[in-house]
């Protein structure tokens, strides 16, 4: 995530207004949230090594370009909300056999 820090603010988004929501089980990363900060940019395929992951939210920034392929091989994954952004591109056409466990995935 550094890729989004410049300076002291969040790209395009004050501190004071960051809200992100970490959920840690057994010592590692469950829940990441990060939704409605208004981040630009690039999402970071090093999300992907959070492998423990159940629940990823994106949601509501201005993130632009491909969703990392990498995101889809996180099989640990079963929510992901990735919509109101500005990303472009198509889902991977395994991503139901690489994310096993997704139940809920939210694009709009």
Known sequence: MSSWISNETMVGSPMSHVFTVLNVRDNKISDLNIAGNV????????????????????SGNKLQGACPPELFN???????????????????????????NLVVLSTI
Do not use: Q, R
């Open 39 to 58: 981040f630009h940019g690039y999402v970071p395929s090093n999300i992907a090594g959070l492998t423990n992951l159940l629940a990823l939210s994106l």
């Open 74 to 100: 996180i099989s640990s994954l079963e929510i992901m909300y990735i919509g109101l952004n500005m990303l472009s591109g198509s889902l991977p056409m395994d991503f139901g056999s690489k994310l096993p």
